[in-house]
């Protein structure tokens, strides 16, 4: 019989309905778990990216016999052995950037930048200025 509840095909409005309700609650509860792996995927690659860019320096420091760079160019330059490639840092608070700021206190600087310590006591020293917390509640220029 045409017409029958038995021959129509397709979703009633309710049954849409229901299948949205759905669809939204489990992506109102994913998408904040996703947000917080990428947080900290991003906090992990910039305290790698610190540990490279130390190491560079410490080959750097062995190979010019005890001399730190007054600034990282010869770090970056393309062809060497040292970096092939500014690296990024990414502390939530501030953008991502590849910025290196040359300073004589990292701690007095809230960028988010790289920060090299090119003058005093701590010349060769390397970290990120940024005066806020990561996800474990440690200060990011105490890396």
Not at 22 to 40: C, M, N, Q, S, W
Not at 45 to 70: E, F, H, W
Request: glycine letters at 8%; aromatic letters at 10%; hydrophobic letters at 35%.
């Amino acid at each position: 019989m045409p017409g029958s509840a038995e021959s129509r095909r397709g979703f009633t409005l309710v049954e849409l309905m229901v299948v949205v309700a759905v669809v939204g609650t489990l992506a109102a509860i994913a998408v904040p778990r996703f947000a917080e792996t990428i947080r900290l995927a991003n906090e992990g690659a910039t305290k790698g990216n610190l540990g490279i860019l130390r190491s560079s320096l410490s080959v750097y420091y062995a190979d010019m016999d005890g001399q730190y760079p007054s600034e990282l160019t010869p770090l970056l330059t393309p062809g060497n052995k040292y970096l092939s490639q500014p690296l990024s840092a990414y502390t939530i608070i501030h953008d991502k950037t590849r910025t290196i700021d040359y300073v004589a206190d990292p701690e007095d600087s809230d960028t988010g930048h790289w920060a090299y310590v090119n003058s005093g006591s701590n010349w060769g020293k390397m970290y990120i200025a940024c005066t806020h917390s990561d996800t474990k509640g440690n200060l990011w220029s105490q890396y």
